[in-house]
């Protein structure tokens, strides 16, 4: 059976602040890490996003033998801005072919008959999954680079409203509450947003998923939510 183990990184913050407990003049990034596990049947995420202070000259890992105690704190401050799962475990349609052939033999053998699939919604689209139309309102979260950095010089959660999609770009306007940790949505302002929008690629777009970056690539927003 083909399983495959990836890791993906959640969030980076710079830790100017740190000295480099391995080589003291190397600047370090704390890197949070979560694993996606998949197979033909299922794919499965880890709850928790591991943290990783990574030396930016060398490009290694430091071992969390060598962390500090201040290391250790930063760590349990920015765990809080890492985003969530977006999943934990999702079966795959064949893991659903499996799991029916098997319920199918066993009241075969109970029952001596067949009995046929009633649900004719389960390949109905998602909310997510839809075409992004104008003065539709999503919930997620941004990350906004500068040139040449690959750490986000800033972050945060609210609500986006779409204001124009045309041949496939999509001019998204940030509300105007955006909030740094993240909040329940239904708590944020969903009804006022800045008036300028930028405009946005779809990247990827799944039912529990819709994650876009900007035309100049300087902006990535992942949306998990519709209004």
């Keep these: 059976m083909f399983f495959s183990i990836r890791q993906h990184e959640e ?35 880890s709850k ?26 930063v760590v349990q401050q920015k765990e809080s801005q890492v985003p969530e799962a977006p999943y934990r475990f999702k079966i795959k349609a064949l893991g659903y072919i499996m799991l029916l052939g098997v319920i199918g033999l066993f009241a075969y053998l109970t029952y001596d008959s067949f009995f046929k699939p009633v649900d004719t919604n389960l390949t ?31 972050t945060g959660f609210g609500w986006f409203k779409v204001t ?22 239904a708590n944020m302002n969903s009804t006022d947003f800045e008036e300028t929008a930028d405009e946005m690629k779809v990247e990827e777009q799944k039912s529990y998923n819709i994650r876009l970056k900007s035309t100049d690539g300087l902006l990535e927003v992942n949306l998990t939510e519709k209004k």
Excluded at 164 to 177: I, Q, R, Y
Aim: glycine share 6%; charged share 20%.
């Design 124 to 154: 109905a689209a998602q909310p997510l999954e839809l075409p992004m139309e104008p003065n539709n309102i999503y919930f997620g979260r941004f990350e906004r680079y500068e040139e040449g950095n690959r750490v986000p010089s800033k």
């Design 11 to 45: 969030a980076a913050f710079a830790v100017d602040q740190l000295v480099n407990p391995v080589n003291p003049g190397n600047p370090m990034v704390l890197s949070f890490v979560r694993n996606y596990s998949s197979s033909a049947f299922f794919s499965a995420t």
């Design 48 to 73: 928790d996003a591991a943290p990783f202070y990574v030396d930016t000259v060398t490009n290694k890992r430091i071992g969390k033998k060598y962390w500090t105690e201040g290391m250790h704190n």
């Design 164 to 185: 124009e999609n045309a041949n496939g770009t999509v001019k998204l306007a940030m509300s105007k509450d955006m909030q740094i940790h993240h909040q329940t949505p």
